[in-house]
Every structure is written in structure tokens, then in C-alpha cells.
């Protein structure tokens, strides 16, 4: 049939679905609480359509695989598996999820509008639908992950509240602490194995059970499923998080996430079981675990809390199933995760209506409610019944093939004995806390000082809860008929192996396990009777508190980090710097010694009289800075003389581009600076310790003495250019003789594109900062004298003037010629840049701000689109993105220019310079002028 | 000749450095400046010395020096113009968000008691 090969895409299909269906409620619940519902619920119901079709295959015993590679080198495949064990678990998840879905739209408050609710709701369906249908092991462990996640936003969904938030994170902690044991496990068996897909694991079980790994891989993947599972001694994380919203206790803490823990051990039974490690251990902490959470329910006064303590049992008990290893006690683990979820789901929100009709869980007070919700309590009497193990509910049955296996089970021994009398332990202990659970809720006198009158709940509130205990009795009564085939294949799934023989109905005869069962029944009974007097006893017990102990830890544990991360990050810049310089010091000089010299004998230039004075005036403008930097005009003085300094080491070594930038840049930083020096301190404090000082001058010595070594290595090594090619290529490709404006605007034009993006990024990034700024404007200077009164002197605005035409017509003219000769769109930029600068000093911003444009953005913008745009006007020729075109013109006066299509692009790069100047500067005049004499 | 520049470089870097390290945000500015300058003769210092051999091609000349650490340098040296501004606009709006120049933006604490750490910002 055609479509049985493509079948298995459903199985992506369907997770994509989940995941991409996770926003929909959020977008939707703007139309109300009911389009929220609708679409949660559609999102579930869409995904068991689309695996539905995939049921027959897994129900004859079939695996549907789909693999897509993904990195595959490393393991790590998109492969999906459908088998019996997925299949039911599915079910499960999104059966009960879109029970979950409708009760949850009744029980949350009516001012909740449930976007956020049902998305995170979806989320964990997602990922819980990833766990069990994933084929590749690191993609489990990825949904795993999430599981705990979303599991984390659940229980802190009333996020207000202190206690939600401290149970979240317990919870998290705890099972995100397993998962990350549980990758390792991963990891190890991917070593092992040589491949991460569970097809190709489960066929090396015999070679992962030989290696000398196997203690290891066990341990760590065990871990994740304990602590998901929440056994013993990982149990307290479970009844904690029932701060959650009953739908969320109902769904994840019931019936799926702490399910996946037992999936786990279901999942890799047939790689891991079968050795006595695997027995002692998973049947022990199941075991234990069932005892305890049975007797800890007992005790509980919340009942939401018993429900809690009971799930523990129950998974204690399905645990010591798998850890027991035979295939009957499989087949009645399997079975049990069925009749737990359906019954335990049906309790929490049977559970939950009580307490959203009483307002209180607490059953010294919530008495006597048969007569008030009858329908109600029937539900929750019948579904308890199950979860007691009540003949003709499907609870009897999976304890009932607990029981008989409890007493052929011969794993143990000569101690043999101990299971069957533990089983029977157990079973009095689960009929006591479930009598209590009814007695004291639906009878047992009348209700004690409610906070609300109860009566039934809303009819559609109801529903999930009966279509649960339905299925508790349907499958209580025929049990082949209703699960099993779905039980045949989740538990051939699981053994990879033939079934056991066995036969699913009520009555077995009158045996040693139905003698069991009337002992735990009688016996529960019984104890429920002498309950005041077991209760008096098990106060006076010392209570050892799980929580207690690991709340300790976890916050010396912050403390702990919380005080390391002081000594690394105390928020103090210039400590970072320090640290910074200080690896870079490192860094640098074990590079500097443990490299080889590449000092050659090049010949050196000799040195001059003019460079011996020029380097005396820039050692004393820079040494000047450093010890004069507590007077900070004269700094910005200083560091002018060193700025024409460095513009003349550029004349007199061959780079009159570079000079000409410099000498501009350097007018427009000196105008920038004594801006700002306007507004900030005048001076600097003397403020620095001695050994903050020494330290400092440490660092400094160190890098510039590592600086000049290098610098002087760098100078004198020979070295190989590639240069040639630009200087060879300059004229006859790129239509100019100033090869370093070539290279600018041609060669490697789109470096410059980025360049002049990042400058028109810093400008906007001022006008950012400078928007809203307001600072207080000094009346006077350090001296104390007030600033003079004519800002503007005559003599300098009347100079002015007329310079500008001039100043502008040299911009022009250094533009154009920028080609061949030093010049360019960035030098011409900044000379106008100044010229017009000049202009609002000399005349006063408000001056100039009449004749300048008002805001700027709009010409960076023009600048770069103009540079791209030139670029892409290339592609219209079936060329590269920049490439140039040229030719001549002669223009009267100027002389031969070489007019390139480039000079577009060095036009972009003009306006763009020209902006940059005249935003930052005159913003800053801006705020002169707001604070001014207004 | 090449000495005396690499010891200027140094020298630049040295007190750029110093500067710096400084806890108020006018010498970590000027700090700053020196160093670009210093990284910016450090990238020419690439091309090596020559004298009297500018890059522009004319017939009669044979020798030019290396174009390519000048183009890099001249975007530098206005890149870096871009920066400083930045950086003392940033030195502003913290002078008007903190009330004073500290680079650490201490925040002033009201009581005595919780002065011994600085509190964080972010």
C-alpha cells in the first residue's frame, strides 16, 4: 500500500503539531477563556488523529520508525519510534491531557484567562510526547529536559505566592539534577554502543551488560528516572509541588511527567535488566518507596497531600515490578501504570472540585460532603475503591498480579518469604489511607467551620471525572475486552521479548493472593479503626524531613556560589579592567618568549633631529596627561599635542591620507571633549590608594614595555606584502592613483560599507544616549570665576563668516581629487564636519541650529544607501556586488578627474562622516542650549 | 629611527593604560585616546618605515610604501572618533543617572549599615 510508506511521517507530523500548536492559546485567548480551551484541546486532539493511523502497526507488535538525519556525525538524528510502549503512553498523554484540558477551563478562577496556562499545558504535552516518541537517545533527553522545565512554570503558576516559587524550584532542582545523570548515562551508553538510536542499543544489550561501564551507565540512568519518579529518598519534591493547580497535579504529577520515570525503566529494560544490580537495586528503592509513601499518606491531613503520598506508593510499586524482572512482573507493571494514571487522575480532580467547592483540604474540617455533592463523592468513593484495590476495579487487578507475583517470585532466595509479607504491608496500608480518604471526606459527621458552602460542581467540571472511573470499571470488569490488546503490545514492547502467558480476568479462584487481598482489606480497614491511637504514636516519632535537609544544602550551596561569585564579579569596572590587563599582560609575554625572535637585520632609518624633538613632545604630552590628569583641561591640552604628534609621524613616513585624517579627527575629539568637560567635574579627585596606585603602574609598565618590544620586533622583521597586487592593480583597475582611496572605496569597498555602518551605529547610539539627558549647567569654572557673559565673541563670529565658503570649497576639492591624490570622502567629511562646527562655536548653537539641518538620522541613512546602493547596481550587470566602472572628465579649474562610478560610493561615505560629526557634536550643544539662559 | 617609534607605541600604551585603570570617567576617556593612538601607530608600524614614498602611483617612481595598514588605519582613526564619542556621551548620561563620575556608578546608599559592597545595577 502507498500509504503505509509514508505513514511514518505522521509520527514528526504529530510532534509538530504539539510544538507549534504551544502560542496558540496565547494568541487566542483574546476572543475568552473558552477559545483558550478550544484550541488547547483541538492542539491535543489533532495530534492523537494524526498517530492514529500508526496504532494498528504498534498494535500487532510493529515499530514504526522515521529517521531524518541531522548531525549525524555526531549522533544526533530527528529519528522517531512507535511502538507498543509509545503507544500507550501516548494515550495517556493526550487522552487524559484533553480531560485535563476541560476541567481546568472550570476549575481555574474566572479572571484567569488561561493563555499562559494552556500554552505551558501544551508545552509539557509536547515534551512529554518527545520522551516516549523518540528513537535517538539525545533527543529524549532534549524533551526530557523540557518536561522538568515546563514542570517548573506549572508549579510556579501562582507565581505570586512565596511557597509555589520555592516548590518549583525544589522540584526542578531535584529532577533537572536526575536528567542532567541521565544524559550522562546517555552519553556513556552512545560510547558504548557506538550509536545513539534505541534500535541499534536495545541489540547491543548483551555487550553494554559485559562492559566494565555497565555499574556506571545503570546508576546514572536510574538516577533520572528516581528522581523523576520521585522514589525514595528523591520522594519529597513530589508532594511539595502540589502548590500547583489541581489540573496540573492531575496531569503531570499523576497520570504523566512522574510516569516518565517508570517509561524510563520500561524504555530500557531490555537494555539494562536481568543482572543481580538491577534487581537488588530498582526493586529495593521500589519497594521502600512503596512502603514509606503508603505509610507517610496515612498521616496526611491535607488530602491532596494523601493523593501525593499514595502516587509515591504507586510508584514505588510499579518500580519494584520492573526491578523484580520476570516477564509476568513486567506485565503487571505495565498494567498498573494504566490503572494508576485512570484512577489517580480521576482523585486529583475529583480532589480538586472538593477543594474549589470548600475552599479548604484540610479533612479534620471538610466532613460529611456525601449528602451535599452525592454524584461527586460516588465518583471519587468508586475511583479510591481502585486505588484501595477493590474487587471489580481495574486497581484489583493490577494488585492482584502484584500479589501472585509477590509469592512465586523466587529471585531472592531463601528470603523469598519477605516479598509476599511486604506486598501484604502495603496493601494495608493503601486500603487505610483510602478509607480515611472517604470516610473522613463523605462522611464522618458534618463539615467544621467551611469557608464556602459546597454543593456540586458546574456539569462540565464534572465529566472528565466520570469518563475516568468509567474506565476504572470498565476495565475493572472486562479487562481483555477494554486493554488487552494495548497491554499485549506496551508490555511486548518493553521485553522486546514473546509474552508470558497469561489471562486478564476478575476471579483467579479462591487463592494465596486473594487471601492477600482480603487480609490488606480487612487489616486497612482495622487500622483506619485505631487511627487516634496510631496517630498519638507517630507524633512522638522524630521527624526526619527530606525537605528540611535539602532545603539546608541547597541554600549553603547558594552561599557558597553566591560567595565565589563575589570574589569573580563584585561589580566593579575597574577591577575588570585590572583582570583584563592583566591576562592580556600574561597572554602577551608568554607569546613574546615562548615564540621565536623574528628580528632579521633590516636595514634601520637613521634618526633624525626633527623626530628626536617631535618624540619629546609627544612623550611629554602623554607622561603629562598621566601626571597632570587631575586638571582636566589641561589633559585634553595635552593629549592635542601628542594627537599632532602622531599626524606627523604619518607625514614624515609616507602617509599624507592618514595625516590629513588625523589632523582633522583631532580638532573635532579636542571640540568633542571640551564639550563634555563642560558638564563633568572639572578636576579629579586624588582619591586612589597607594597600592591601588603601584598596582596600576605595574600593569601600565608591563604592557607598554611589552608594547614597544613587540612594536620594535614588529619594525625590524622582514616580511612579505601583499600589497603589490593593489599598487600594481590601482590605476589600471581601479581608476585612480591614491592607492589607499582605491582601496577604500574600490578593492575592498564593502569593508568600508561596514565601517561606515558601525560609525553611523555609534552616532545613533549618542543620540540615544544624549535623548532625555539633562545635566546641570555650571555657572562658573574651577577657579570659581563666573563663565564670561559674551559667549560668542564679535571678533571670532565675524571671522568665522566668511571662512566657511572657504572651508567648504576645500572639502569639495579634497573630495573630488581624493581619487588620485590624498583626500576622500572621509577626510572631506570630517573637514566639513569642522567647518561647520566652527560656525556654531563661533556663533552659538542656536545660531547655527536655525541653518543646519534639523535632525541628522535621516542623512546617515542617505549616506549608506547610497554606498550599498551603488554596490547593488552592479549585480543589474551581472557583476559583483561593488564592482566599479571609470572613465575621464575634465572639469575647468579642478583639472583631469577620474570620475568612477566609486565616487558615488565615497559620496555615501562623506555623508555619512559629515552626519556623524554634526550629530554628536550638536546634540551636545543641544544641552547647552536647554540648560542655558533660557 | 624604528626604536624610537616602537618606544613611543609603548609609551603610548603605557600611559594609556594607567589612565584607564582610573576610577573616574574623564582619565578612563583620555586613557582611551591615548591608546587609540597607540593601536593606530602600532597597525602602520605593520607596513614598516619608508620615507618619502607615498602610495600614490605616478610614472616616474618606483618605490611606494604599503597601502593596505594605511587604508586600515585611516578607517580606524575615524572609527575611533565615533567611539570616543560614544564613550563620553556614556560618560554623561552616567554622571546624570549616578549624580557623579565614579565609573562603578556607585549608588549611594541612604544607610550606613549596607555599604560594604556596591550594589548591583544590572
Keep these: ?934 | 629611527m624604528e626604536a624610537i617609534l616602537a618606544i613611543a607605541i609603548g609609551l603610548l600604551f603605557g600611559c594609556g593604560v594607567y589612565l584607564m585603570l582610573r576610577a573616574r570617567t574623564f582619565p578612563v576617556i583620555i586613557g582611551l585616546t591615548l591608546m587609540s593612538y597607540a593601536v593606530n601607530l602600532f597597525l602602520f608600524a605593520s607596513g614598516r618605515l619608508m620615507v618619502n614614498a607615498p602610495p600614490i602611483i605616478s610614472a616616474d617612481v618606483a618605490r611606494y610604501t604599503d597601502p593596505i595598514p594605511q587604508a586600515l588605519v585611516l578607517t580606524a582613526i575615524v572609527i575611533g572618533f565615533g567611539m570616543t564619542a560614544y564613550i563620553v556621551t556614556l560618560a554623561l548620561r552616567g554622571l546624570s543617572e549616578s549624580g557623579d563620575d565614579h565609573v562603578d556608578m556607585l549608588e549611594k546608599s541612604t544607610d550606613q549599615a549596607s555599604n560594604q559592597l556596591p550594589k548591583r545595577n544590572l
Design chain 1, 1 to 934: 500500500m502507498i500509504e503505509s510508506v509514508s505513514l511514518p511521517i505522521l509520527l514528526p507530523l504529530a510532534l509538530f503539531i504539539a510544538v507549534s500548536g504551544v502560542s496558540l492559546p496565547l494568541m487566542v485567548e483574546r476572543y475568552g477563556r473558552k477559545a483558550a480551551a478550544i484550541a488547547a484541546g483541538a492542539v491535543m486532539a489533532l495530534c492523537l488523529a494524526s498517530l492514529a493511523p500508526l496504532f494498528s502497526s504498534a498494535i500487532s507488535g510493529q515499530t514504526v520508525i522515521a529517521h531524518f538525519d541531522w548531525l549525524p556525525s555526531f549522533g544526533l538524528n530527528l529519528s522517531f519510534r512507535l511502538d507498543g510502549l509509545g503507544m500507550l503512553f501516548s494515550i495517556l498523554i493526550l487522552g487524559i491531557g484533553i480531560l485535563v484540558v476541560l476541567y481546568a477551563h472550570y476549575y481555574l478562577p474566572e479572571d484567569d484567562k488561561l493563555g499562559r496556562f494552556y500554552a505551558l499545558l501544551l508545552l509539557f504535552m509536547s515534551a512529554m510526547l518527545g520522551v516516549v516518541l523518540s528513537e535517538n537517545l539525545l533527543m529524549m533527553v532534549v524533551f526530557w529536559e523540557v518536561t522538568s522545565l515546563s514542570s517548573f512554570l506549572l508549579i510556579a503558576y501562582k507565581s505570586a505566592s512565596h511557597e509555589s516559587r520555592i516548590a518549583a524550584r525544589m522540584a526542578l532542582v531535584v529532577t533537572g539534577a536526575g536528567g542532567l545523570a541521565f544524559l550522562a548515562g546517555v552519553l556513556l551508553l552512545g560510547h558504548v554502543v557506538g550509536s545513539y538510536e534505541l534500535t541499534d542499543v536495545i541489540a547491543a544489550a548483551t555487550q553494554i551488560k559485559a562492559d566494565p561501564l555497565y555499574p556506571t551507565i545503570l546508576t546514572l540512568v536510574l538516577l533520572g528516572a528516581f528522581t523523576k519518579s520521585a522514589q525514595f529518598p528523591f520522594h519529597f519534591w513530589l508532594p511539595n509541588a502540589m502548590v500547583a493547580p489541581t489540573p496540573v497535579s492531575a496531569y503531570l504529577h499523576s497520570a504523566t511527567m512522574v510516569k516518565a520515570g517508570v517509561f524510563l525503566l520500561a524504555r530500557f529494560y531490555p537494555v539494562l535488566s536481568g543482572t543481580d544490580a538491577w534487581l537488588f537495586s530498582v526493586s529495593a528503592v521500589g519497594g521502600i518507596t512503596l512502603v514509606y509513601g503508603a505509610y507517610l499518606a496515612m498521616y496526611r491531613n491535607d488530602f491532596k497531600g494523601l493523593l501525593a503520598y499514595s502516587t509515591i506508593s504507586h510508584l514505588g510499586l510499579t518500580t519494584l515490578l520492573f526491578g523484580l524482572s520476570t516477564p509476568m512482573s513486567v506485565v503487571a507493571a505495565v498494567f498498573h501504570i494504566i490503572n494508576h494514571a485512570i484512577f489517580k487522575a480521576s482523585l486529583f480532580m475529583a480532589a480538586g472540585i472538593i477543594d474549589h467547592e470548600c475552599g479548604s483540604r484540610d479533612m479534620r474540617r471538610v466532613n460529611g460532603l456525601f449528602k451535599m455533592m452525592p454524584i461527586t463523592a460516588t465518583l471519587a468513593m468508586l475511583a479510591a475503591g481502585s486505588m484501595a484495590g477493590v474487587p471489580l476495579l481495574n486497581g484489583f487487578l493490577s494488585k492482584e498480579m502484584f500479589f501472585t507475583e509477590s509469592i512465586v517470585f523466587q529471585g531472592f532466595g531463601n528470603s523469598h518469604w519477605i516479598l509476599p509479607i511486604f506486598a501484604t504491608i502495603a496493601g494495608v496500608l493503601a486500603v487505610a489511607y483510602s478509607v480515611r480518604f472517604i470516610h473522613d471526606v463523605f462522611f464522618n459527621g458534618e463539615p467544621v467551620d467551611l469557608p464556602r458552602q459546597p454543593h456540586e460542581p458546574p456539569r462540565w467540571m464534572r465529566v472528565p471525572v466520570e469518563v475516568l472511573v468509567v474506565l476504572c470499571l470498565l476495565v475493572g470488569i472486562f479487562p481483555a475486552w477494554s486493554v488487552g490488546a494495548l497491554l499485549a503490545s506496551a508490555t511486548g514492547a518493553t521485553l522486546q521479548s514473546p509474552l508470558p502467558v497469561y489471562d486478564l480476568k476478575i476471579w483467579h479462584g479462591f487463592n494465596l493472593a486473594f487471601l492477600m487481598s482480603l487480609i490488606a482489606l480487612a487489616g486497612g480497614v482495622g487500622l483506619y479503626m485505631m487511627r487516634s491511637t496510631l496517630m498519638r504514636w507517630n507524633d512522638q516519632l522524630p521527624t526526619i524531613s527530606s525537605r528540611t535537609f535539602f532545603e539546608r544544602a541547597y541554600q549553603n550551596l547558594a552561599a557558597y556560589a553566591e560567595k565565589i561569585l563575589l570574589i569573580m564579579d563584585n561589580g566593579s569596572l575597574q577591577r575588570y579592567m585590572a583582570v583584563f590587563f592583566l591576562f592580556v599582560f600574561i597572554y602577551g609575554a608568554w607569546a613574546f618568549i615562548s615564540g621565536d625572535s623574528m628580528v632579521n637585520a633590516v636595514s634601520l632609518l637613521p634618526l633624525d633631529i626633527a623626530s628626536g624633538i617631535a618624540f619629546f613632545a609627544l612623550a611629554l604630552g602623554a607622561l603629562g596627561a598621566v601626571f597632570m590628569h587631575h586638571r582636566r583641561l589641561l589633559s585634553i591640552v595635552l593629549v592635542g599635542i601628542v594627537g599632532l604628534v602622531v599626524a606627523l609621524i604619518f607625514v614624515r613616513f609616507s602617509a599624507p591620507d592618514l595625516a590629513l585624517t588625523q589632523l582633522s579627527v583631532e580638532v573635532v575629539t579636542t571640540v568633542l571633549m571640551l564639550l563634555a568637560l563642560h558638564y563633568l567635574p572639572q578636576s579629579t579627585p586624588k582619591e586612589s590608594s597607594k597600592t591601588r596606585v603601584s598596582r596600576d603602574v605595574l600593569l601600565a609598565l608591563g604592557i607598554g614595555l611589552g608594547m614597544a618590544f613587540v612594536s620594535f620586533e614588529l619594525l625590524t622583521s622582514s616580511f612579505s606584502t601583499i600589497s603589490d597586487f593593489y599598487l600594481q592593480q590601482s590605476v589600471p583597475g581601479g581608476g585612480g592613483s591614491n592607492v589607499v582611496n582605491v582601496i577604500l572605496v574600490d578593492f575592498r569597498g564593502f569593508d568600508t560599507l561596514g565601517e561606515i555602518t558601525v560609525l553611523a551605529m555609534a552616532a545613533l547610539g549618542t543620540h540615544a544616549l544624549l535623548n532625555q539627558l539633562h545635566l546641570m549647567q555650571p555657572m562658573s569654572d574651577i577657579a570659581g570665576q563666573l563663565w564670561a557673559e559674551d559667549a560668542h565673541p564679535l571678533f571670532l563670529k565675524m571671522l568665522m563668516r566668511p571662512l566657511l565658503p572657504l572651508a567648504l570649497a576645500v572639502a569639495v576639492y579634497i573630495f573630488l581629487r581624493g581619487h588620485n591624490l590624498p583626500g576622500g570622502g572621509f577626510v572631506a567629511g570630517l573637514v566639513t564636519g569642522v567647518a561647520l562646527i566652527l560656525q556654531s562655536l563661533a556663533g552659538g548653537f542656536a545660531f547655527a541650529e536655525d541653518r543646519l539641518p534639523k535632525s541628522y538620522p535621516p542623512i546617515l541613512g542617505l549616506g549608506l544607501a547610497m554606498a550599498a546602493g551603488v554596490g547593488l547596481i552592479s549585480w543589474f550587470f551581472v557583476r559583483p556586488f561593488l564592482t566599479s566602472a571609470h572613465g575621464h572628465i575634465e572639469i575647468p579649474l579642478v583639472g583631469d578627474i577620474e570620475l568612477a562610478s566609486v565616487i558615488i560610493f565615497d559620496l555615501g561615505v562623506y555623508l555619512v562622516v559629515v552626519a556623524t560629526v554634526l550629530l554628536i557634536l550638536t546634540e551636545l550643544g543641544r544641552i547647552n542650549m536647554k540648560g542655558a539662559r533660557v
